[in-house]
């Protein structure tokens, strides 16, 4: 439970900080409609625009390098911070941006 709590922890400052420096890029996209969360903890392209996919290409990089050290740190898979991160991100997504659920965008 504790190592659970740590983990939620780590997940929501490693989210805050790997959106930070494109966090008003990253919102605008959202406002737009052009990227939303996927999920398997990473951002997706809605619209494909080339401004979109560099975005959404960088973030993920950065989130994966994150995922990994948590990962590690924590003695559990990558697949299971993804998981983690994935229903974090759900949850802080804001309603009318997009969510890829049951293999389709759909905006929460």
Known sequence: ???KMILNALLMIAFLFSSIVFALELDEAKQKGLVGEKDNGYLGVVVAQNDAQSL?????????EVYKKLASKNGITLQQVEKLAAQKAYQ???PGHYLWTNGQW???
């Open 106 to 108: 759909v905006k929460k």
């Open 56 to 64: 959404v290409t960088e973030i993920n990089e950065k989130r994966k």
């Open 92 to 94: 802080k997504t804001s």
């Open 1 to 3: 439970m504790k190592n």
